[in-house]
């Protein structure tokens, strides 16, 4: 059974930073996430990409989290995390965690496969 666990939510004012982690297990060898990625919702809007990253170490960002946030993963144990610095108001939402064979669905050809339950990240100024 896969299963996306994400952890290091919490609060943190204006400016701060905050790292996320995501551990994926259960997968088959033959379905080992090849792109993982963040998403965050705040309630009452739509879910959003933040940054998602290939089996290449190719990441991608959204334009406001670009220089602030920093995604990376350890594909020896399938552990995404997402540094993130200068933390704004706007930072402020559930973030999750999600994972899939393929990147299309992170790039737009519908979503993940796989999901967390989520973190909340909350931001205060």
């Known amino acids: 059974q896969v299963q996306l666990v994400e952890s290091g939510g919490g609060s943190v004012q204006v400016g701060g930073s905050l790292r996320l982690s995501c551990s994926a297990s259960g997968f088959q060898y033959t379905s080992v996430p090849y792109c993982m990625g963040w998403y965050r919702q705040v309630p009452g809007k739509e879910r959003e990409g933040v940054a998602h990253i290939d089996g290449d170490f190719d990441a991608r960002y959204e334009d406001s989290v670009k220089g602030r946030f920093t995604i990376s993963r350890n594909s020896a144990n399938n552990t995404l995390y997402l540094q993130m610095d200068d933390l704004k108001p706007d930072d402020s939402a559930m973030y999750y965690c999600?994972?899939?064979?393929?990147?299309?669905?992170?790039?737009?050809?519908?979503?993940?496969?796989?999901w967390g339950q989520g973190t909340q990240v909350t931001v205060s100024s």
């Open positions: 999600a994972a899939d064979i393929l990147c299309g669905p992170f790039r737009g050809w519908g979503e993940p496969a796989y």
